[in-house]
């Protein structure tokens, strides 16, 4: 019975009973379990045979504490700040994914992105997307590094090349005021430039002492050091 038969015996009942039914309401298609379908199907080919082949390169270049994550969509990675004024920028990334990125195996922060560049790349209409990609990494402080597509891949190379890029020194801000009482002008995140906010911190050596953490947490984990010129 279809919800337009239901409310004509409902009609016709209410009839019967000398009641007026209520003004009829446009009633909207209701999608039943029994009509949603699920043509899904496993691919075959999650990784394509030369991604495949470097990856398996990449474990041993690596070492046992990263992690290798293929396939990743940048908006995992990155996120946009202040997203309501930025909707054109997190379009523009939204859909876009990473061959690889290489994680810290503890934390599972990204150390850096790889792309690996076969012949397609060579195509009109894929610089674009390149470029978006390597203009994006490298606002939001993320190394990425593009390698050509090979037969064969020197490993100890690959190493020293990811090993550097990684071990690159993150800079941490330290501001110095002379008041600690007046902590009233926070600074802008070195991370991503948002406001940041006054926090306690609870653990660690500096565990009770105030700092500036980023408003974004946990999207972003920029912090502040406050050091007092005078105590
Ligand atoms: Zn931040």
Known sequence: MT??????????????????????????????????????????????????????????AVGDDKVICPKVLLRDVLYVSDKKNNMDAFYRISQKHLDFIVCDSRSMDPLLAIELDDASHQQIGRNSSDEIKNNALESAGLPLLRIK?????????????????????????????ADENNLTTAPSCPKCGSKMVLRTATQGERKGEP?????????????????????
């Open 211 to 231: 700092f500036y953490g980023c408003s974004t947490y946990p999207q972003c984990r920029g912090i502040v050091h406050i050091t007092t010129a005078v105590k």
């Open 3 to 60: 919800a337009d038969e239901r409310s004509g015996c409902l009609t016709q009942i209410m009839r019967v009973l000398g009641l007026k039914s209520a003004p009829e309401k446009k009633v909207e298609s209701v999608v039943t379990s029994s009509e949603v379908t699920y043509p899904y199907h496993l691919r075959d080919n999650f990784l394509s045979k030369a991604e495949l082949y470097f990856y398996h390169v990449l474990v041993k």
């Open 149 to 177: 597509a090979a037969r064969g891949y020197d490993v100890t190379e690959l190493r020293a090349k990811l090993t550097t890029t990684w071990l690159a020194p993150k800079q941490i801000a330290l501001v110095t005021i």
